[in-house]
């Protein structure tokens, strides 16, 4: 049924509302950085991206952006596998206990960090273990590896376990199995779980701050900037921290893309 003048009317004013509820704050963040005044005022007299040319030539961002990136890179890359082989435990084998193992798994996902990281913190100073940036990334496993397996398993169970038995029946042994149909048909979640892990990693602030000890990572320097003393570097590298995010997100998406184009004409040539 169309929908009338009225409500057309309606749904657009609240698109508009629900947009600048979300995207305001984020086009205030970039007016900062680019501001010549210490602290932002409307209107700007004075543009200038004098702070980014300050970010680029710092050390300590240099450092904060390494251990970021480092914490994100090495959770991404275990949270997949874990992610991977997890969802075909509990997607394609039936085992004792696995509805229980399943509810284990996912429950620190609705454990509140700043509990989860205190808990963590006080492990890991019970087993002797100085909090480092490595200590960080336990701490993100955690909470992220939960969430990337949900993802993956998703997918799992979306597709028919009747072409992994067809391809078995045909002498096909578990590796190829793996490369030729499990892991592409698993691909698009597993790109999924990717980004969602190295986002989550990358902008957390409760388990980095109870877990990285004498380290720090950039969401830890931007609240503590924030907290003794504003710095308009603080805008200027959260919108840095964006921009890297969004690059990420493209780069994630292509990657997608070229693995389906490639695998169409891997199929059309078969066919």
Known sequence: MPA?????????????????FLYLPLISVGFASISRARYLTFPIKHYS??????????????????TSLSVAAIVTI??????????LAFARYHWRYRTAFQKLILLPIFFPQTVLGLALLMWF?????????????????????????????I?????????????????????TILREITLPLLMPGLVSAGLFAFLLSWGNFPLSL??????????????????????????????????????IIMVALAFSWLWR???????????
């Open 125 to 153: 100073n019970a087993l002797g273990i100085i909090p480092s940036w490595k200590t960080a990334v336990v701490a993100h496993l955690v909470w992220i590896a939960p969430i990337a397996t949900l993802i993956v398993a």
């Open 210 to 247: 109870f877990t990285t000890g004498a380290d720090s990572t950039l969401p830890e320097w931007l609240y503590a900037k924030m907290v003794s003393g504003y710095s308009p570097l603080v805008p200027t590298l959260g919108i840095m921290s964006v921009i890297g995010s969004f690059l």
């Open 4 to 20: 009338s003048q009225s409500t057309r009317i309606a749904l657009l004013i609240y698109g508009i509302f629900i947009i600048c």
């Open 78 to 87: 275990i949270s997949v596998v874990i992610a991977f082989f997890g969802a």
């Open 261 to 271: 184009v490639n695998r169409a004409s891997r199929m059309a040539a078969i066919n």
């Open 155 to 175: 997918r799992a169970y979306s597709f028919d376990p009747a072409l992994e038995e067809a391809a078995r029946d045909m002498g096909a042994n578990i590796f």
């Open 49 to 66: 991206s004098k702070w980014y040319g300050t970010a680029l030539e710092s050390s300590t961002v240099k450092d904060l952006l390494l």
